[in-house]
């Protein structure tokens, strides 16, 4: 076959309904966005050839030339802060932190810069980038690979942070946020990379500024947002075995907040519960919990819990397990409140 | 990347004494000392000591202003025009400008009226200007920050095609900074089109060049990224502006970056909160007067003729009528709208900031009313 016809063949391949994995489906994601809109340029560490680390970019350089897509000098300030001139000159970067952790050099740069750009000239500049972070743990690795680091860009006025759980909002969510013209803090659960779906793309989910109820139930609402999502469903399930009918929402956005998603599955449950894997302290399910209990606490019947990870730095590949929020600590958690089942 | 153009020949060191064309009494220099730059044409030096004279004239008007409480702050250059003017004069319309918080005077230049130049400093805005009409970035205050956005839009404008040049400012202090080199490294390494001016007025507030680096001259940092630097005589506008006008022009050509230093001296204190007597000696500040860079071209130019008492006498008038129109610029009160302060902050509006524009609405209401009603009720409206 010749390269046209080949290409064809793969694109044919593409829109066809297929088993893809997460990082699959980030990959087919930014592929379609840069044919779409040849401003979108995508560059970070070891993001050609190799096609980044969790082979999220894999194949595009070779498909889009390195004009398009290339390996930048080691340096996430440096990355994040061209980004801003690329993109005041018209561009739609979307470049890659290669771990959570490893976002911190380019701090400065997204809270000072990247999140207050637009404000700061008056609406003048926008920024419409996208600044992907495989974040979380739950993969055996070693220090500085797992850190949850939501709560830092969600606290940022100016930000838009997202985080999907499942492939089709993957691929989904990150079309919408090249197409922003806000930037984004693009979170990526390094946990659920692997995990499966059979889509037919371009698959559209909800708006991306939407949580979405994953399971119905109603009893308790359980609040959580990329792997713990998961986690979530896992315990919903294993309580219904004790009859317990568990509402799971899946946040999506963490910035903005769905109140209205959110609060009218807790008015139909009257309890929740918000899960994450980052520290509970200052965590982002405080936000959670307070704003829900602000604007629904005659609604409910018990205080809003959080099951998050403890308050210490993530610890190490064979400890980590008891760090992480499960299924059976979510359980014990809804024990704990008085049940009237009156 | 297919970007990059062949390699130039960067090895060089820049030279230990500071490049000048016009020694302290204002005579033109020959021979090595002015590194085989040429002296540019009379023409252009009376054009670069008119813009310094006016920058000078605006400089002092401000400081004054402030003093008076009209502005919240404001980072002198006084003694730092040949930098601030030589280079940003190097440049075109066309080219991209991205400044700090000190460069006030290089704005001017760059033809911002001085109600856009002054607004964050009197207070009522960050930086309001339109960018891309004055093609001037905001001024940033987090150090050497803004020299990645100057790497990364040359960068955008190359992979564009279009022959522009980006221009940055930075200090002696901000070169420490982890951002100052990340942009040295990867405008060298993607050869973007963009000068770097460092401005080593030797403080940074209080902090002196020695414990800021231990490299000879902040050129010599230059050659470790690959790409040309030059140590030059920050006060000789001749030298400053020749240097830039090369670098600007190998940079347009696919040459990639430059390193200029300007070596220079801040007369004024860093900003107008600060007591310089704390940290440096006065007979250094009159040292460094009796080197002043209007000073220095006026002489040469005065030699040669070119700066007549009718051209001085013009030249004053004009700096006047600026400070004349920044006075009035700053003695009206800006009219602000709290509200605008919730338009700005995402192009994807957003639920929750409505509701709480809404909630700062209902409190000016509430606000005016009170006021109206205790006028009404003969209770003095405070
Ligand atoms: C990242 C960062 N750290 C600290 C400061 C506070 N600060 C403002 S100006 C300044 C000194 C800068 O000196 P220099 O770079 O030499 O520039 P100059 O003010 O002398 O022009 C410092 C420390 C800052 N603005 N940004």
Known sequence: MSTAATERAADAAASAPQPLTMAGALNAALRDAMEADDRV????????????????????????GDERVWDSPLAESGIVGTAVGMAMYGLRPVVEMQF???????FEQIVSHVAKMRNRTKGHVSLPMVIRIPCAGAIGGVEH????????????????????????DAYSMLREAIESDDPVVFMEPKSRYWSKATLELPVRTEPMDRAQVVREGSDVTLIGYGPTVRTALDAAAAAEAEGLSIEVVDLRSLSPFDDETVGASVRKTSRAAVIHEAAQFGGYGAEVAARLTERNFFHLAAPILRITGWDIPYPSPKLEEHHLPTPDRVLDALASWEWDLA | MSLNVEHHETRVLPSEKPLRL??????????????????????TLLELYRRM??????????????KQGRLATYPSAYGQEACEIGVISAITADDWFFPTYRDSIALLTRGLAPAEILQSFRGDWHNGWDQHAHRTASMATPLATQALHAVGLAHAARLRRDPIVTL????????????????????AVWQTPTVFLVQNNQFAISTPLARQTHATTLADKAVGYGMPGYHVDGNDIAAMYAVASAAV???????????IEGLTYRIESHTNSDDPTRYRQQRDVEHWKRRDPIERL??????????TDVVRAEIGEAAEELAARTRDAMSEEPQLDPLELFDHVYATPRAALAEQRAALEAELAAHAAHVAHAGAAGVPAR
């Not at chain 1, 959570?100 to 380019?106: E, G, T």
């Not at chain 1, 690979?145 to 089709?168: I, K, R």
């Not at chain 2, 930075?170 to 420490?176: N, R, Y």
């Open chain 2, 298 to 307: 006026e002489k040469y130019l005065v030699s040669e003729g070119a700066l």
């Open chain 1, 100 to 106: 959570d952790a490893f976002s911190y050099p380019a």
């Open chain 1, 41 to 64: 340029v995508v560059y970070g560490e070891d993001v050609g050839p190799l096609g980044g680390v969790f082979r999220v970019t894999d194949g595009l350089q070779a498909r889009f």
């Open chain 2, 249 to 259: 022009e190998r940079a347009r050509s696919g040459g990639g970056p430059t390193l």
């Open chain 2, 22 to 43: 016009l020694d302290n009494a204002g005579h033109a220099l020959h021979g090595r000392e002015t590194g085989g730059f040429e002296l540019p044409p009379v023409e």
């Open chain 2, 168 to 187: 940055t400012y930075l200090g002696d202090g901000a070169t420490s900074e982890g951002d100052a080199h990340e942009a040295f490294n990867f405008a």
């Open chain 1, 145 to 168: 690979h797992s850190d949850s680091s939501e709560a830092y860009w969600a606290a940022t006025p100016g930000l838009t942070v997202v985080m999907p759980s499942n492939p089709a």
């Open chain 2, 53 to 66: 004279v006016i920058a000078r004239r605006f400089d002092v008007q401000v400081t004054a202003l402030t």
